[in-house]
């Protein structure tokens, strides 16, 4: 019974410093798993394809410091050792669990663990909540409360373990990992068998990692809890993550933003992209994935770099790793074949890199070296120039280095796949190498401007020159120009996107509407449900967007009444919460000159709305001045299942279903934040005339989106949705208007 009260104490000290120390003592339980000093491995198995044997197999092969004990008890001895028939027969308490026993039997291990002292275990079985079944639900909930009580770190269930360059701890069953060398790069992802794959192929270009952790279900520690763990490795210069789900948003985008602040990229493979994608995501984590335009919005912001493939993540972390981030986009391509130009090219114009020409001294020296009936371009296609003395080719190097148009260098050339086979061949390979060793010596270790090779393919390095890279660390090998270029394009994407989002307000939660509590008070049931336009826009209004002069009349006489007093033209419009489509059911009528109008647009409406939906119970009209011709946009607000509530704006009216042209944001954003988010969509080109028309009041527009984040901002727990449609903004210094507007509020999010 003590030992229970310390651990929840210890817990409860534990979640408290965890609240206060971002990538501090909250590490502690991700270096108790990664870290451990003993493990103990339950269900061990003869069978040498087994998980536990390959397991036992990676900790004596690595050399483990720790002892390693196997626990079964149908066997005395196992793998050559002395095995135990349970915990208690250890001669000491083994520090980490390695369990490969059926889901059911997980949580009294993990008690028996607990009090003898045990601080982590990895529990590879699967059988809980990804099933989606009410059994494995109910385990999952098991399995998290006995971890709440007992405080121990927990991978998994569902995964396959984790490596540990430092601790020389390799707890996954795959006997393909090359070598443990603590290096630059560390990963988390809830696959079990992708995150390592990727991890060897990192491995095998001569890029060490630091740490693998396949994370499952996440039931334990969290994708969060790994990346403040390794941002506070000194040694670790990026995290790769693997995310089928994310669970906690919160948490993650906390994280993430932590690792961007330590100047150390996220770099994301996300799944969900798809509808097959996000079903695949949900059967094998048991969560359930969002949209990814919402996450690109929000995680974007917090300083995550979204790839599309385990290519483009190799070839981003090849480039973050050996190069940094390029402080500019202008990319100088150096090559010797016609092809690769022109590979370039097409490349470079896909993703959006601009090619400056070269200056007129760096023109000048290419001549001098070339010949003057050399063509001088970008790229610089100079056949023969492998064959200059290694002094001239640093030459040409120097005047691109020298060149202020110029942000970074492309190079063709391909790494040797060995020493040679001949002589000529050794002196080729001797030449290309030290090629490379005096760009890094010239240019790399002194500051200069990045340098990364190209070729016509791509290929994997041999053992001798994955070793022979190392001596020139600062340049990656980015193989064929498509690659090479999008992983440009990634790299300076992230660049902008964190200026941007430095330039950011620290978002504060502020206390949420007074109008949207009010609305939730009476509310039971936890459905979401929709407010009427009138409620809809004293919302929006609240917090500083312009709506037209208009009035709720509940009698036609009164219709006329107010349809006088605002001054024609005027709009008519029936009000109904359960209406979320007014113009579908008959509901708006424009343009009303006079008062029998109105009358008759009453009337008209009501007919229209029952014949509609009898079940539609309309509350009145709505009776509002008539605003001029403008553009119109569309704003609102989605709370992503994952990500939570993102900020969209784009063309609205018809254009919104034709064309789909919208763009997305996290709350809470700058004024130079929204106004990227209005040039990331054609809109833009419209806001500032196109084509001789009249450019539109963008200040007023800026205004309404920052004042839509702050209402995301501060009603995410209680806003389901915010359609504010048509948008529409006037000529310069005539504002903007929000002519409709539908709130979805969610009761369930309260408290």
């Not at 979204?306 to 150096?334: C, F, Q, T, Y």
Request: with cysteine; hydrophobic share 40%.
């Amino acid at each position: 019974m003590l030992l229970r009260e310390n651990r929840k104490a210890n817990l409860f000290f534990f979640k408290n410093q965890e609240r206060s120390n971002m990538g501090g003592e909250s590490t502690s339980k991700v270096n108790a798993l990664l870290n451990p000093k003993s493990v103990a491995i339950l269900g061990a198995r003869e069978n040498p394809m087994d998980w536990t044997a390959r397991i036992f197999a990676n900790y004596k092969r690595f050399k483990f410091s720790g002892p390693v004990w196997p626990v079964n008890p149908r066997f005395e001895e196992i793998w050559g050792v002395k095995c135990y028939s349970n915990l208690s027969d250890l001669p000491e308490t083994p520090d980490h669990l390695v369990v490969m026993r059926a889901a059911a039997s997980v949580t009294g291990i993990l008690r028996e663990a607990a009090g003898l002292g045990t601080r982590s275990a990895t529990i590879y079985a699967s059988g809980f909540s990804e099933l989606g079944t009410d059994k494995g639900r109910e385990l999952e909930e098991e399995l998290r409360l006995v971890i709440e009580e007992t405080g121990l770190a927990v991978c998994g269930p569902n995964c396959l373990g984790s490596l540990s360059a430092k601790g020389k701890s390799l707890s996954l069953p795959d006997d393909r990992i090359r070598e443990l060398v603590s290096g630059p790069v560390a990963m988390v992802g809830q696959s079990g068998t992708t995150t390592p794959g990727i991890g060897r192929t990192l491995i095998d270009r001569g890029i060490d990692v630091g740490y693998i952790v396949t994370s499952g279900n996440e039931v334990g520690l969290t994708t969060a809890d790994y990346i403040n763990y390794f941002v506070e490795d000194p040694e670790i210069k990026l995290v790769f993550c693997l995310i089928e789900a994310v669970r906690n948003s919160q948490q993650f985008l906390s994280a993430c933003r932590h690792a961007r602040d330590a100047g150390k990229p996220v770099v994301a493979l996300k799944m969900g992209v798809s509808a097959g994608g996000r079903a695949a995501a949900l059967a094998h984590t048991g969560s359930m994935a969002g949209s990814i335009e919402a996450f690109d919005a929000v995680a974007g912001d917090a300083g995550v770099i979204r790839v599309e493939s385990g290519d483009a993540a190799i070839d981003l972390i090849e480039l973050l790793v050996h190069a940094g981030v390029p402080e500019k986009d202008n990319v100088g391509v150096l090559v010797y074949s016609g092809g690769v130009r022109g590979l370039s090219l097409d490349a470079a114009d896909r993703y959006g890199v601009p090619l400056p020409e070269y200056s007129f001294q760096a023109t000048s020296k290419f001549k001098e070296i070339l010949g003057d009936d050399l063509r001088v371009t970008n790229p610089l296609d100079a056949p023969g120039f492998m064959n200059q003395k290694l002094e001239t080719i640093i030459d040409m190097v120097t005047a691109i280095q020298n060149d202020s148009n110029i942000g970074m260098i492309l190079f063709q050339e391909d790494l040797p796949p060995s020493e040679g086979i001949n002589d000529a061949n050794k002196r080729r390979t001797k030449r290309v190498l030290d090629t490379m060793i005096g760009f890094q010596k010239n240019f790399l270790s002194k500051g200069g401007k990045p340098i990364g090779l190209i070729s016509p393919t791509s290929s994997d390095l041999t053992t001798f020159s994955r070793e022979e890279r190392k001596k020139f660390p600062s340049i990656p090998v980015l193989n064929e120009p498509d690659r090479a270029f999008r992983a440009l394009r990634s790299a300076f994407n992230y660049r902008d996107r964190i200026r941007d989002s430095n330039k950011n307000p620290k978002l504060i939660k502020r206390k949420s509407s007074k109008i949207i509590l009010e609305s939730l008070k009476n509310v039971s049931n936890n459905e979401p449900f929709a407010l009427n336009e009138l409620k809809s826009k004293e919302i929006i209004s609240s917090y500083g967007l312009q709506i037209p002069i208009e009035k709720f009349a509940k009698t036609t006489s009164e219709a006329e009444s107010f349809a006088n007093e605002i001054g024609f033209p005027v709009v008519v419009k029936g009000v109904s919460a359960a209406m979320t489509h007014k113009s579908d059911a008959g509901a708006v009528i424009l343009n009303i000159e006079d008062k029998i109008g109105v009358k008759r647009a009453c009337e008209t409406i009501a007919l229209n709305v029952e014949k509609f939906d009898p079940a539609l119970k309309l509350e009145g009209w709505l009776i509002a001045q008539a605003i001029p011709k403008g553009l119109e946009l569309v704003l609102g607000i989605q709370n992503d299942p994952e990500m939570g509530p993102v900020v969209m704006f784009g063309l609205g009216g018809v254009w919104l279903e034709i064309i789909k042209d919208v763009s997305f944001c996290s709350p809470g954003m700058s004024r130079a934040r929204a106004q990227k988010l209005i040039y990331d969509t054609r809109a833009g080109q419209m806001v500032d005339g196109y084509r001789g028309s009249n450019p539109y009041d963008r200040e007023a527009i800026i205004d309404a989106i920052v004042a839509v984040g702050r209402l995301a901002a501060d009603n995410s727990d209680t806003i389901e949705s915010v359609d504010i449609n048509p948008f529409v903004a006037m000529p310069i210094g005539e504002g903007a208007f929000a002519l409709d507007a539908l709130v979805v509020l969610n009761a369930k999010k309260m408290g």
